[in-house]
């Protein structure tokens, strides 16, 4: 349908439904035998490539029809482009010893990183294209070095790091860099570390420092792609690793900024990160941590606002309300910061406020 003459009349065009129907191709394909998934790949891959779908509709689709750009090429029409969301879903379900039928893996993924940083891709595109991106790099890794230590690094240095860049361009390429960092991180994979470093030396670039904070403290979240169900490659104990040397960086980090862009940009990262750890990982350094969690309820941002207060609420229900402790020695300033978020204005969210008021119910001395 996304490929007939008018595309958008037509209902498989939507994309709500692409997203269903992605789910339940994910589901179905990583069911499969490797040798089942290898035989739906030999028609997959050409579909997607050259538009050669006669195999993988068994002749639906007519030869002009196929004339038409191919779904990844840059240039094909939106709705083309986006039904890669739904050569996604089955690489994401692959299981790992099944190749994908390419000739230079390395170049097909650097062609995926290109297509999904284009300046046409959408949001729906650039997550499919990162996708399988983050799944192909964790599960073939051994044999993509020179992608993660030469065409990756690469990539930074001419497209995300230049100031001068477009900053759309360089938005996009941190999303990309996040999900390769990511297929890195849940291996354990030392090199990981380089990249939240260079994710770190963003914090003080006023174009995208906020992008790149809150890349930092996404990399704590559970992604479904790199899921032990989906057959990715993963270690335990991952997010705690890196937590243990991602909190202390961001926490000096602060101490150490000078200017208050970059101070505002550590805060970020801690206010996103605080989202996905286990609140028992960082409860010890409330002392520590809570005169940042303060200053984090005055950033712009709804959301860091909301997951500043959630941890709040874990701490106070925790405390007695005769208990000393950080949170009481700063009771009068979170209580007024707390009625201040917990008002509906333009820079408010359903959750905000619920968090707000449920804490303002239980903080000692309320």
Known sequence: AAR????????ATDLRLLEVASGVILR????????RQSQLLASLVPAFQTSSFGSLTNGQISETESAMPAPLQVDAPETSRNLVTLFAAPIIGLRKDVQLPVDDLPKFLHHILDWGTAENATPLQSTAAFQILSTVLNKQLESLSAFVE???????????????????????GIEAWTWAAKALLVRNDKRAESFVENLFGLLGDNSVNWDAAKAIGRLAKDEETLSKPNYAVTKLFHVQKYAAKVLPSILTGYKDASDPIRKSAHLAALTTLVKYLPQSMYMHQMTTLLPLFILGLDLPEVEMRANVIEALVT???????????PLAEHVSTVINALIKNALPDEMS???????ALKCLGIVPQA
Do not use: Y
Request: charged letters at 25%.
């Open 315 to 325: 701490l106070a229900s925790e405390t007695e309300a005769s208990e000393a402790g």
């Open 349 to 355: 969210s359903t959750r905000l406020r619920v968090a």
């Open 150 to 172: 030469t065409l990756l690094p690469t990539f930074w240095s001419t497209e995300v790091a230049p100031a001068d860049s477009d900053i759309n361009k360089r938005k996009r």
């Open 28 to 35: 179905i394909v990583r069911c499969n035998t490797s040798p």
């Open 4 to 11: 007939s003459p008018q595309p958008s009349l037509a209902l």
